[in-house]
C-alpha cells in the first residue's frame, strides 16, 4: 500500500510539474503575443511619423527651391529697374543741359523739353520708390529679394532636421521589426527610444526652434 502511495504522490507531483510548465508556457506565449503586438502598433506609428518627415523634406526642399529661383527673379528686375531708372537719368540730363545751353530756344520748345524732363523725372523717382499697391519700385523689389532669402535659409536650416530624422526612424523601424523575431524587448526600447529623438528633430524641422551644428 505505502508503494502505492508513493507511487501515486510522484505521478501526482510530475504531473502538478507539468500542469505548472505548460501553465508558465502559456503564459510566456501570450506575453510574448502581446509584446509583438505593441511592438507591430509601435512600428506603424513610426511608419507614419517616417511619412509625415518625407513630406516636411520635400516642402522644404521645394521652399527652397522656389524661394530661390524668386530671389533671383526680383535681384534681375532690380538690375532691369537701375539700368532703364539710369537711361531715364541720362536723358533728363542731356535734357537741362540742351536748356542751359541753348537760351535762343522758342518758349514752346522749352516747354515741351521741360515736360519731358518732369515725366522722366517722375519715372526715374517711380523707378526708386512705388509705395502704390503692387508696386514694382527698386525699394519694394529689393524688399521682396531679401523676404525670398530668408524663406530660402530657413528652409535649407530646416533640410538636416527632417533628413537625420528620417534617418532615425528608419533605424528604429529596423530594430522594431528585429525586436519582434527576437522577442527582444531592449531592442524594442533602443528603437523607440530613436524614434522618439526622430519625433523631436521633425518637430524641429517644422517649426524651426534651432538648426543642427552639422546642417
Excluded: C
Amino acid at each position: 500500500m505505502e508503494a502505492q502511495e508513493a507511487g501515486d504522490s510522484i505521478r501526482d507531483a510530475a504531473e502538478e510539474r507539468r500542469l505548472a510548465t505548460d501553465e508558465r508556457k502559456l503564459r510566456e506565449d501570450e506575453a510574448r503575443e502581446r509584446f509583438r503586438r505593441r511592438a507591430a502598433v509601435a512600428i506603424g506609428v513610426l511608419a507614419a511619423l517616417l511619412a509625415i518627415t518625407a513630406l516636411g523634406a520635400d516642402g522644404a526642399r521645394e521652399t527652397a527651391t522656389n524661394s530661390n529661383i524668386r530671389a533671383s527673379d526680383a535681384f534681375a528686375f532690380y538690375q532691369a529697374k537701375t539700368i532703364r531708372q539710369t537711361s531715364y537719368q541720362l536723358s533728363a540730363d542731356n535734357l537741362r543741359i540742351l536748356l542751359q545751353t541753348n537760351a535762343g530756344l522758342a518758349s514752346a520748345a522749352r516747354r515741351s523739353i521741360q515736360a519731358r524732363i518732369d515725366s522722366y523725372t517722375k519715372t526715374i523717382a517711380r523707378y526708386e520708390d512705388d509705395p502704390t499697391a503692387g508696386g514694382q519700385g527698386k525699394v519694394q523689389l529689393l524688399e521682396q529679394a531679401r523676404h525670398y532669402e530668408e524663406e530660402r535659409d530657413r528652409a535649407e536650416r530646416q533640410v538636416p532636421s527632417f533628413n537625420f530624422a528620417q534617418a532615425l526612424f528608419q533605424i528604429a523601424i529596423v530594430l522594431g521589426s528585429v525586436s519582434i523575431v527576437s522577442s527582444s524587448r531592449r531592442l524594442l526600447g533602443v528603437g523607440l527610444g530613436l524614434g522618439l529623438v526622430a519625433a523631436l528633430l521633425t518637430l524641429n524641422g517644422y517649426l524651426f526652434h534651432f538648426a543642427l551644428p552639422l546642417g
